[in-house]
């Protein structure tokens, strides 16, 4: 099964990941990368664009938002 950070970073297209304690896959893709097979500019793209989809500044208000809202909901429930 694949790590919880390779599933990261194929859900958001953002680099390669290799199996741990592989270093001739780590040698592989590097080589890749270097010989321009990778195309670094849109992985970096794809990584930033993910973080400010699901990481940002914006999201992450809303989500506490969310998340003291339904607290205050679930108290106001409790005291009925």
């Not at 390779?6 to 680099?15: I, K, R, S, T």
């Not at 664009?49 to 429930?77: M, N, P, Q, V």
């Amino acid at each position: 099964t694949e790590s919880e950070s390779a599933q990261l970073v194929h859900a958001a297209g953002c680099g390669v990941a290799v199996p741990p304690g592989d270093p001739a896959a780590v040698a592989e893709a590097i080589r890749r990368a270097y010989a321009g097979d990778v195309d670094l500019a849109a992985l970096g793209a794809a990584g930033r664009d993910w973080i400010e989809r699901h990481r940002g500044r914006e999201t992450a208000i809303a989500r506490y938002r969310e998340l003291l809202e339904g607290l205050l909901g679930a108290g106001s429930r409790e005291a009925r």
